[in-house]
């Protein structure tokens, strides 16, 4: 059974970092695209950041040059380093994996709150 | 950047037909997926590439994707179809999704 779980969420000031990390079993991270979707509280669900099984990655524009997405073999699990946060950055944050048939996303985590604030 | 837009909000009345739009500058020219999110779950597909179903998704669920909209059509409407809707699609490697649209089965 595949099944991703999210930590590493939690109260950060303005300009800190954090580094979310998503657990997955049932598959392997590696040989897969996976990506992280946020959302805001009270708010839509926005795309943030994917990669590839090659390791290449791309990312939201919002977040481009602070985030930077990655991977561990090993332990396979994703993770999502956050640098220079901002109050708007506050949201739950979501790890789910493509689907290897196409570019949709078959499986989500429960997802880990953010909260960026003074 | 690319933007997919959707309504709001829609009601329909249980047994009827939902039609969810989602538009976007030559959407049929790339694949549309959708999700479901009810309050406090993880979104969910109903609908990947335009048209198809995962398993486990009820038949009354079905997508059609042309031109510069995506609609998603949940046809006998039932109570527990009560969600957010939010349509996503990819643009040169980035992700985008759709404000989304909370349905009412009222």
């Known amino acids: 059974e595949v099944q991703l779980e999210e930590s590493g969420g939690g109260l950060i000031q303005p300009g800190g970092s954090l580094r979310l990390s998503c657990a997955a079993s049932?598959?392997?991270?590696?040989?897969?695209?996976m990506t992280w979707v946020r959302q805001a509280p009270g708010k839509g669900l926005e795309w943030v950041s994917v990669?590839?099984?090659?390791?290449?990655?791309d990312y939201a524009d919002s977040v481009k040059g602070r985030f930077t997405i990655s991977r561990d073999n090993f332990s396979n699990s994703l993770y999502l380093q956050m640098n220079s946060l901002r109050v708007e950055d506050t949201a739950v944050y979501y790890c789910?994996?493509?689907?290897?048939?196409?570019?949709?996303?078959?499986?989500w985590g429960q997802g880990t709150l953010v909260t960026v604030s003074s | 950047s690319y933007e997919l837009t959707q309504p709001p909000s829609v009601s329909v009345s249980p047994g009827q037909t939902a039609t969810l739009t989602c538009s976007g500058d030559?959407?049929?020219?790339?694949?549309a997926s959708w999700y479901q999110q009810k309050p406090g779950q993880s979104p969910m597909v109903v609908i990947y590439?335009?048209?198809k179903r995962p398993s486990g998704i009820p038949e009354r669920f079905s997508g059609s994707n042309s031109g510069n909209t995506a609609t998603l059509t949940i046809t006998g409407t039932q109570a527990i179809d009560e969600a957010d809707y939010y349509c996503?699609?990819?643009?040169?490697?980035?992700?985008?999704f759709g404000g989304g649209t909370k349905l009412t089965v009222v």
């Open positions: 789910a994996r493509v689907a290897s048939s196409g570019w949709w996303f078959d499986h």
């Open positions: 049932g598959f392997t991270v590696s040989t897969n695209y």
């Open positions: 990669i590839y099984d090659g390791g290449i990655a």
């Open positions: 030559n959407l049929g020219e790339r694949y």
């Open positions: 590439q335009d048209n």
């Open positions: 996503q699609a990819w643009e040169s490697s980035t992700g985008v």
